[in-house]
């Protein structure tokens, strides 16, 4: 098991490293690995005996940033770092207030996870859904620190639960606890001898509910939409992206369209611009005028698109909208559909679903369609 999870490790980051050249998303993730240890080390002081939260992306931070941020109020006098697997999640958060320091995941290895448990001396560490980092683990583990999964789900296909699973089955046993969101994952993981359960829910919940509780504050959006129909298109890429200008021509009714991409890069925005209605914005060109000027000309057009350039903004764009399209059902699965429920619209996804409770649960309740081609996607927006 070790030496697979050596050899894995090597070829996953020779991947990277030969991919940085010709794909941006492998290139950010190296340069922004560059200096991490000195910068770790030029913070270690002001990190010592921290709360280490770790998630993958984004949409991982979402979901346990109400955990962080009660730990916080309960223990204000500890400090907190963050840190990501992915760029977006870096770029999103780096600077801001979510934390004292935000930072890349050092690489999986022993030396990386016993040098960072030496410098920073972390007092408990929590991390969220589905991270697994067997030899950063290990070091905490034999350092006495405690290390939390937060908002976790199994199912009976993972490798925890197979005949080959010896070595994944004890990543499960080194940690102090596990939070999980429903009852199946507490009896996959019991049948394993796992006790140290709670089933507790997705703190994702506790999130939208906590933004649709406050207002938007996003009156560009408002303007923007006038009188008219609007579906928001969040967290989209090219195969969404192409399902809806397929679906929307020929819709009996004029609608406008806020398409919020994945990954903003300019040859996505650029796709984006070439397929959807006219006028069309973004919105970054917005920002130097008012909403009071977007509302008098563009808010006066039964149809239009404004493709955001920004991030940070979809959970509460989604506030203006009377319909959601969620991306991602075509690739690895379904962005978040919380957000748009929390605010009461109805939810449009792809057919790649089916790892998503919350997209089983809104479905039986009807609240949302699964749409896989453009008849039932033009269908769902009839």
Known sequence: MRLLLH??????????????????????????????WPRLEA?????????????????????????????????????VLLTFHSPSGHQAFHGSDAAHHVEYLPADTARNARRLVRLLRPHAVLWVKYE?????????????????????????????????????????RAFAHLFVQDERSRALLHGIGVGDVTVSGDTRFDRVAGIAAAPPDLPMAAAFKGAARMVVCGSTWPADERLLATAMDGLPVPVKWLVVPH????????????????????????????????????????????????????????????????????GAGVHSILEPAAWGLPVLFGPRHRKFAEAEAIVRAGGGRAVGHVAALRDALD
């Open 132 to 172: 697994f980092w067997p030899r950063h683990l290990h070091a905490l583990h034999r350092a006495g620190v405690p290390v939390y999964l937060l908002s976790a789900i199994f199912r009976p296909g993972q490798p925890f639960f197979r005949w080959y699973g010896a070595g994944h089955r004890r990543m499960l």
């Open 7 to 36: 050899l894995g490790t090597g070829l996953y980051h020779a991947g990277i490293r030969l991919a940085a050249p010709f794909v941006p998303k492998a290139r950010a993730w190296v340069r922004g690995r560059r200096g991490l």
């Open 263 to 330: 990954e903003p890069t300019a040859e996505h925005l650029r796709g984006i611009e070439a397929r959807f209605p006219k006028p069309l914005v973004r919105w970054s060109e917005l920002e130097g005028t008012t909403a009071e000027n977007v509302a008098a000309t563009l808010g006066r057009e039964p149809q239009g698109t404004l493709v955001v350039d920004r991030t940070g903004l979809l959970a509460r764009l989604y506030a203006h909208g009377d319909l959601a399209y969620v991306g991602g059902g075509f």
């Open 43 to 79: 913070r270690a002081a002001g990190l010592q005996g921290c709360i280490w939260m770790h998630c993958a992306s984004v949409g991982e931070f979402e979901q346990g940033r109400p955990v962080l941020e009660a730990v916080r109020r309960a223990h204000p006098q500890r400090p």
